[in-house]
Each structure stands twice: as C-alpha cells, then as structure tokens.
T-cell receptor, first 110, second 113 residues
Framework: DTAVSQTPKYLVTQMGNDKSIKCEQN?????MYWYKQDSKKFLKIMFS???????INETVPNRFSPKSPDKAHLNLHINSLELGDSAVYFC?????????FGSGTQLSVL | AQSVTQPDIHITVSEGASLELRCNYS??????LFWYVQSPGQGLQLLLK??????LVQGIKGFEAEFKRSQSSFNLRKPSVHWSDAAEYFC???????????FGPGTRLSVLP
C-alpha cells in the first residue's frame, strides 16, 4: 500500500546513457514533484506538475525531461547522463497538508 | 526569497536525553512550516506541520515544535531521545499544497547508547 512509489531504487549506469525513473502515487493528489538530493543531503526541487501540467521548472539542464501521462504518474527521463547527475532523486506528491515522498532512487553515473 | 537555515549540521545526544533542533526561516508571507525526518536509505517522512493556530504543535514519534514569529523560528523538540531517532532532520517552509517549498540543509542526529 505504498503511497508514493518510485522505481528503480538503485540505478547504476555509464556516462552518456539515457535512463528513466518512474513514479506513481495512489493518494489521489493533483500535484507531483521531482526533487534532487545531492551528496551533502541538500534537497532542491526540479519540477512540479499539477494535474499533468508543468507548473514549476527550476533551472535544470534540458537533458532532464519529466513526463506525466496522468495525474497519478510522473516519470523522469534523463538523456546523456553525466557524472554530476549522480544523486538521489525523490518523487513526491502534495496536498494542503504538505509533501509526501517516495523512498528515492539512488543514481550513480560511472 | 524564502530561505531556511538549520544552524546545527550534526548533533549528538545520549539516549534518554532531551533534544532541540533549531530552524530559522525567512518568508514573505505567513509561512507553512514543516519538519521531516529521513532515515538512512529512506525517503522523507513528515513529522509535524504548522499552518496556524496554537504555536506548539505535536507530531509523530513524540516530537513537538514551537513556532515563534518574533524569532522566525520553528524549533523541533523531543523530551527523551530513542536510539531509533538517529536520522537526518529537515525543516521546510512553503505555501499550501507544497508550493514554493524550501528545505533547510538538514541536521544529522546521532544517538549514543
């Protein structure tokens, strides 16, 4: 009964590859997010979608492309992966009560 | 622009001791304030939140936090720490529905047996 689930949990890949991370929430929330947590644990918002529409797009390389096929799903596709993309990526959804996070995807680019 | 500071990068306490984690914020409007906890390898779990009303809010796992508008602070407290409380704690400020959320840099809590 996981509320916000994301897959895979771990992703190890070579520089230059393209990879995707999937996220699904069964909470019925309208708004979903992608956050990036760096090695120092600093959390930064990347994207926000409300009912499948992009509402926040922070300064993120255009190699990162979110896609929301419906309001319960928000996937993150990354092209031409770079070493600096290594981080933990969190999906989240929100209500008026705050943000609810998935367990994260640890991306390691070699 | 809104910002959150957590002055303590790392705190170590003994099990059974009391705990206070500090959080200061800067926000242009009435803030929505949150504390989250992140255990190793896990996502962030909401401990408690403040929107309005009573400035002392109770959360899960025996935590509480007090909003002090005059000090722009929202400090987290627990009277008696358990070993399982060892984790990273994040303070956050934002608007309703998760909009304009800004997280602090986090405070890592270690608990000595």
């Amino acid at each position: 009964d996981t509320a916000v689930s994301q897959t895979p949990k771990y992703l190890v890949t070579q520089m230059g590859n393209d990879k995707s991370i999937k996220c699904e929430q069964n909470l019925g929330h309208d708004t979903m997010y992608w956050y990036k947590q760096d090695s120092k644990k600093f959390l930064k918002i990347m994207f926000s979608y409300n009912n499948k529409e992009l509402i926040i797009n922070e300064t993120v390389p255009n190699r990162f492309s979110p896609k929301s096929p419906d309001k319960a799903h928000l996937n993150l596709h990354i092209n031409s992966l770079e070493l600096g993309d290594s981080a933990v990526y969190f999906c989240a959804s929100s209500t008026q009560d705050g943000l609810f996070f998935g367990s994260g995807t640890q991306l390691s680019v070699l | 622009a809104q910002s959150v500071t957590q002055p303590d990068i790392h705190i170590t306490v003994s099990e059974g001791a009391s705990l206070e984690l500090r959080c200061n914020y800067s926000y242009g409007a009435t803030p929505y304030l949150f504390w989250y906890v992140q255990s190793p390898g896990q996502g962030l779990q909401l401990l408690l939140k403040y929107f309005s009303g009573d400035t002392l809010v109770q959360g899960i796992k025996g935590f509480e936090a007090e909003f002090k508008r005059s000090q722009s602070s929202f400090n987290l407290r627990k009277p008696s720490v358990h070993w399982s409380d060892a984790a990273e704690y994040f303070c956050a400020v934002g608007a309703a529905y998760g909009q304009n959320f800004v997280f602090g840099p986090g405070t890592r809590l270690s608990v000595l047996p």
